[in-house]
C-alpha cells in the first residue's frame, strides 16, 4: 500500500513536545492518571489492583463493551470492537472498501478519514462545507451530483473536526434518506460526539439510526484521555463485523490492558468527565470571543458548536503553513509557559501569554 504522508501528524512529530504555547491540540486537556483512579469505583479500583498484564480478549474487555453499547441506543456489547480510533479507521476501511470503489467524504477532514480509502486505490469525493454569512453549513444537494456507479460509502463526522459544525437532525435523517437510497455503508466517525454546548443538539449516534453503518468513537477527545488509545467501531451488520475483528489480527490484535481497565472507569464517571471538559470549552470560548473581537482584521472567528476545535479564517491572503510552519521559533515564542490545546485549561499564566503572540 502507498499511503500519503499524514500532514497534520508531522506538523505535530515537530512541534507538538517543543513548542511552548499549543493553539492546534484538538482533544481536551488530558486528565491525569491519579485524577482518572480518583473517579473509579470499587470494582474497576478492584480490577486495576488485580491487574495481570496478559493478551486481552481482541474484539475488547466485555465490562468495557458493555459500558460502551449503554451510550447507545439499540445497540449491544457484541456490535462493538475495541482498538485506537485511528486504527479502526484503517480497519474499517480495508474491511469495507476494494480498489475501484467509490467513496464521498465530509471535506476538509482529519486526513486519514479520506486517505486510507484512496491508498487501497478508491476515488474519494469530497463534500465540502462552505462558510456562509459565517457559519458553517452542508449542501445536502451537493451529495446527489457526487454519487457516481461505483459509490459505496459515505463518511461523515459530526460533531466536525476542524470547524465544530453539527447538523440539525432533520438533515442527519436527510443524509441518511440518500445513504438508503443508494444503499450506501456509512461511516460515521463520531470522535467528539457527548461535546454538545446545548445538550439539545445532541444528535442520535449514526449506529442507532442505520444499520448499514459504521459509528467510531473513543475516549481521546470527549474523555480527554488520548494517552489511553481506546476508541470503539459500533458496527451493527454482523458480518462486516466480523470482517473488522478478523483485520484487527493484523494490526493490534487486541488492546494493552491496563488502558483497558482506565477506559472503564472512565465511562462510569463520563458525567463528571464531560461536565469538566465542557467548562473547561466554555471558558476557552469566551476568551475565544474576547481574542477575536480584538483581531476582527486577522480573523473571522467561525466558531464551534460542539467539540474541542474551532477553525477560524485567517483573512490575509496567504498560505495558512507559511502562517503556522514559523510560528512556534517566532522571537517570543520561547518565553510562553506551556502546551495548551484547543480544549485545554487555559491557566492565568498562559492567558497573560496569549497576550504576547507574534500576530
Ligand atoms: C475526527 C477524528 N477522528 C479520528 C481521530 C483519531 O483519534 P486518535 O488520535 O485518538 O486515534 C481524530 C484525532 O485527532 C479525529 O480528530
Not at 18 to 39: I, K, P, V, W
Not at 174 to 180: D, E, G, M, Q, S
Amino acid at each position: 500500500m502507498q499511503i500519503s504522508d499524514f500532514q497534520l501528524e508531522r506538523y505535530f512529530a515537530v512541534h507538538e513536545f517543543t513548542a511552548c504555547y499549543l493553539l492546534s491540540a484538538s482533544d481536551c486537556e488530558a486528565l491525569s492518571l491519579e485524577e482518572l483512579l480518583g473517579l473509579a469505583d470499587g470494582e474497576t479500583l478492584d480490577l486495576w489492583r488485580g491487574l495481570k498484564l496478559s493478551y486481552t480478549e481482541s474484539q475488547g474487555h466485555p465490562l468495557l463493551r458493555a459500558e460502551i453499547a449503554a451510550l447507545y441506543d439499540n445497540v449491544s456489547p457484541d456490535d462493538v470492537l475495541i482498538a485506537a480510533p485511528e486504527e479502526l479507521i484503517f480497519i474499517a476501511m480495508n474491511a469495507l472498501l476494494a480498489p475501484g470503489d467509490e467513496i464521498i467524504a465530509i471535506a476538509p477532514a482529519y486526513q486519514s478519514l479520506h486517505e486510507v480509502a484512496r491508498a487501497l486505490g478508491c476515488s474519494v469525493t469530497p463534500w465540502p462545507l462552505e462558510h456562509v454569512a459565517g457559519r458553517w453549513r452542508l449542501d445536502l444537494d451537493c451529495l446527489e451530483r457526487a454519487i457516481a456507479p461505483r459509490t459505496r460509502l459515505l463518511i461523515i463526522n459530526f460533531p466536525h473536526n476542524p470547524t465544530g459544525y453539527q447538523p440539525t437532525i432533520a438533515e442527519l435523517q436527510a443524509i441518511l434518506r440518500f445513504a438508503i437510497r443508494h444503499s450506501l455503508y456509512v461511516f460515521s466517525d463520531e470522535m467528539y460526539r457527548l461535546l454538545e454546548y446545548d445538550a439539545a443538539d445532541r444528535l442520535p449516534s449514526v449506529a442507532s439510526l442505520y444499520g448499514q453503518s459504521l459509528a467510531l468513537s473513543g475516549l481521546s477527545k470527549s474523555f480527554a484521555l488520548p494517552g489511553l488509545r481506546i476508541g470503539w467501531l459500533v458496527v451493527r451488520d454482523r458480518a462486516l463485523l466480523r470482517r473488522c475483528i478478523a483485520f484487527h489480527d493484523y494490526t493490534t490484535i487486541c488492546n494493552s490492558a491496563p488502558a483497558e481497565i482506565l477506559g472503564i472507569m472512565a465511562l462510569r464517571a463520563a458525567e463528571r468527565i464531560l461536565a469538566r471538559n465542557l467548562g473547561i470549552i466554555a471558558e476557552n470560548l469566551a476568551a475565544a470571543g474576547r481574542f477575536f473581537a480584538a483581531h476582527r482584521d486577522l480573523f473571522t472567528p467561525l466558531l464551534p458548536a460542539a467539540g474541542s476545535v474551532a477553525f477560524p479564517q485567517l483573512r490575509p491572503d496567504r498560505p495558512v503553513a507559511d502562517f503556522c510552519q514559523p510560528l512556534p521559533h517566532r522571537p517570543g515564542a520561547g518565553q510562553l509557559p506551556r502546551s495548551v490545546g484547543a480544549g485545554g485549561e487555559l491557566s492565568g499564566r498562559a492567558k497573560s501569554a496569549l497576550r504576547h503572540l507574534p500576530f
